[in-house]
């Protein structure tokens, strides 16, 4: 095959992942050794159900079947993530790679010391110290400690950051439809909307508590555009200007496990051209 040609760059890329033991889809046949390896995990099932990608509804119909299961939960949520019970399309099919980066998330697992025992277990390459998430529980209002590091002394290098490092000055929380957003905010838009099914891992990672997204979730019934705007509002307020920046936004759409989101906005940012 031709070295350029996109095709057989894909196909390559997924002969690789297919003899990658890390990167390898996961199904029915590793539900027990997931179990087994994930045991410490039951307190958290709900929580690393979402850092798996995997809907609220769909973890409380899981809460009822199984109702005070909680090991029966976790069994049941795992069997979900390996039916592909979520958006592989963004975020990819199950495999360890996945579940080493829900078990050291803070919104997830929560666990370091698990996530790299995983990873050397099954061909991972381990935790990277500078991102490593302390076992401190948020407090409501604040970052996690892994995007809190992350956001550290660093700052986005594009003009338009600089002019606008507080991202409420951009007016994302006002964007509801193409004709209120201006022609070089479309694409941000759009952006926007692929987020919003994901606003309570957002809020999560942002140190929203679930007393506070089940308020939000029960004022706005089932909008995940407008649960997303009450997110956003709520944090900038509380985290005040100097705190509610982009880079602490995008970084916490890292943490989410919303990567290619979090790299689409800021690209888009950094190519608006304000009008």
């Known amino acids: 095959a031709h070295p350029h040609n996109p095709y057989s760059l894909i196909a390559a890329a997924r002969t690789h992942m297919a003899k990658d033991p890390y990167t390898r889809v996961l199904g029915d046949d590793d539900l027990l050794e997931l179990c087994t390896e994930l045991h410490d995990l039951i307190p958290r099932w709900t929580s690393f159900g979402l850092a798996l990608h995997l809907r609220n509804p769909h973890l409380r119909i899981i809460a009822t079947t199984c109702g005070q299961d909680p090991d029966g939960c976790l069994r049941e949520m795992l069997s979900a993530w390996l039916s592909k019970s979520y958006n592989t399309e963004r975020f990819g099919d199950p495999c360890w790679k996945m579940v080493e980066e829900a078990v050291r998330s803070s919104v997830g697992g929560n666990n370091p010391a698990l996530a790299d025992k995983i990873a050397k277990a099954h061909g991972g390459g381990g935790a990277n110290p500078s991102t490593t998430v302390t076992d401190a529980k948020p407090t409501e209002g604040t970052l996690p400690t ?9 700052s986005l290098s594009a003009p338009i950051f600089r002019k606008h490092p507080d991202m409420r000055s951009l007016g994302f929380i006002k964007w509801r439809d193409p004709d209120e957003a201006g022609a070089g905010d479309v694409k941000m838009l759009r952006i926007k909307d692929d987020l919003a099914p994901s606003w309570r891992e957002i809020a999560s990672a942002l140190g929203i508590g679930n007393g506070v997204q089940r308020s939000i979730d029960g004022q706005h019934r089932g909008d995940d555009a407008r649960c997303l705007d009450d997110v956003v509002s709520k944090w900038s307020s509380a985290a005040g200007m100097k705190k509610a920046t982009w880079q602490t936004f995008l970084n916490a759409l890292r943490e989410a496990g919303l990567a290619t989101e979090a790299d689409r906005l800021q690209l ?5 051209v304000e009008e």
């Open 146 to 154: 892994a995007v809190a590091k992350a956001t550290g002394d660093q």
């Open 268 to 272: 888009a940012l950094e190519n608006k």
